[in-house]
């Protein structure tokens, strides 16, 4: 495993600590896998959903970055979640359905996987519980694997993911007590 995926699996352990996520790789094979997050915040769907899109520069962890630059989601069908810093910019992922305040999906490859050339597709979904929010991150990928597959690669990704809802969920909280 090489240094990037060793450094991300320290520093997931350690957020995962700190903040309780459900997380669970649901299925891993030679071609694909997909994971799923989920976490409960005290902020009702409308200020969650503003806070993911709108809020994104706040609480994507700068360490998943290119150039720890500023990241954006432009809203729209065709839109970019994407990170600029100086003439440096970087396409995440393209936005693909925008339904506010309960879902948006991205497709593409985060991180690693967008070189690798795979296909995914990352959905946010907020569904009211009680009188705050469930937020589920679902990521579906599939395409041409490393040499071992995705068996052992899914559950990094997985605690990725599961730092990059910790996040926003740190965010909402933060923004909550003010």
């Known amino acids: 495993m090489n240094s990037f995926l060793n450094g991300s699996l320290r520093v997931c352990a350690f957020c995962l600590v700190i903040s309780p996520v459900q997380a669970e790789v649901t299925h891993a094979s030679a071609s694909g896998f997909i994971i799923e997050n989920s976490q409960v915040t005290s902020a009702d769907p409308q200020s969650t959903w503003r806070a993911l899109v709108s809020d994104v520069d706040k609480w994507w962890p700068k360490d998943h970055s290119w150039w ?26 393209r936005i693909s ?72 969920i740190t965010y909402l909280s933060k923004s909550n007590d003010e």
Request: net charge negative; glycine share 16%; charged share 10%.
């Open 68 to 93: 720890q630059g500023t990241f954006t989601i432009d809203t729209s069908a065709g839109g970019c979640f994407c990170e600029r810093a100086g003439d440096n910019s970087a396409e995440h992922m």
């Open 97 to 168: 359905l925008v339904n506010s305040p309960t879902t948006l999906i991205m497709t593409g490859g985060l991180g690693p996987l967008q070189g690798m050339g795979v296909n995914g597709a990352l959905t946010w979904k907020l569904i009211p519980e009680g009188s705050g929010t469930r937020v589920t991150l679902t990521y579906k990928v599939h395409g041409y694997a490393p040499p071992d597959g995705f068996v052992d690669f899914a559950p990094v990704v997985d605690q990725v993911q599961s730092l990059q809802l910790g996040g926003l």
